[in-house]
């Protein structure tokens, strides 16, 4: 299983970026499916994250600017980043836990994908 993060890049201030993450693979199912964030000295951090069932969770400091969704037919998270901020450059990672069973005892395992470089300057 691999999950396979595009659409990093430069954008002003202000200005907006979308991020897309496949996974690919032998899957059963996909639980939980989110989008980290790791600054230059600093730590990881969750920015959003949504569950199967679309149900969302946002970051404080990006609410009402990024927007997650998901689509379950092409095992696909998104990220579209809104209102950008030159405090949101990082690297950002897309994470999931995969089934790749219908057993049961098969509660899937956690994934990441590589990091895509978001840069937000003038």
């Known amino acids: 299983v691999q999950l396979q993060a595009s659409g990093g890049g430069l954008v002003q201030p202000g200005g907006s970026l979308r991020l897309s993450c496949a996974a690919s693979?032998?899957?059963?199912?996909?639980?939980?499916m989110g989008w980290w964030r790791q600054a230059p000295g600093k730590q990881r951090e969750l920015v959003a994250a949504?569950?199967?069932?679309?149900?969302?969770n946002y970051a404080d400091a990006v609410k009402g600017r990024f927007t997650i969704s998901r689509d379950n037919a092409k095992n696909t998270v998104y990220l579209q980043m809104n209102s950008l901020k030159p405090e949101d450059t990082a690297v950002y990672y897309c994470d999931a836990r995969i089934r790749r069973t219908p057993n049961p005892a098969d509660y899937g395992m956690h994934y990441w994908g590589k990091g895509t470089l978001v840069t937000v300057s003038s």
């Open positions: 693979g032998s899957i059963f199912s996909i639980n939980a």
């Open positions: 949504i569950t199967s069932g679309g149900s969302t």
